[in-house]
């Protein structure tokens, strides 16, 4: 298996926000959850075209994409998501290695993740450390702050 990284285009949005979606309820959230999430699942056409957002393709299949937020001086990842079918196949290695390589091309040494519990072992295999927590919803819910240093 070959998989392609590539930019995002910005008509590709309505199916970025699908993928997000279908990867996020791949880890049984009840639907109730997921319509709290919308908001922070969706991708824009504006997004897209403002921010560094990339598609990991298979056989010109979308697979996988991820999308950062340059701010101040910090790029954190904003989305990173992989199609469920191909979790587990290193997709997501191999957009995140993209992605460190895009935050060592914009001048940063850090990527910040405000990650989903279920995936913090797989930042922290990259060599993430918990920086703090950030609060979520609902209320009393804790995302994981992590730090990745980019070499």
Do not use: N
């Amino acid at each position: 298996m070959h998989v392609d990284v590539r930019r995002a285009r910005a008509h590709e949005a309505p199916a970025l926000t699908r993928l997000a979606r279908r990867s996020k309820a791949h880890w049984g959230y009840p639907d109730e959850l997921l319509r709290m999430w919308d908001r922070d699942l969706c991708v824009s056409a504006d997004f897209i075209a403002t921010s560094p957002v990339c598609c990991a393709t298979c056989y010109d299949q979308v697979v996988g994409f991820y999308g950062l937020v340059c701010q101040d001086g910090r790029v954190e990842l904003e989305h990173l998501w992989v199609v469920p079918e191909w979790i587990g196949r290193g997709v997501g290695r191999v957009l995140l290695e993209h992605a460190l390589s895009e935050v060592r091309a914009i001048g940063s040494d850090t990527l910040v993740v405000v990650s989903d519990p279920h995936a913090r072992g797989f930042y922290e295999h990259f060599g993430a450390e918990l920086m703090g927590e950030h609060e979520s919803v609902p209320a009393g819910r804790a995302l994981p702050v992590l730090s990745i240093p980019v070499h």
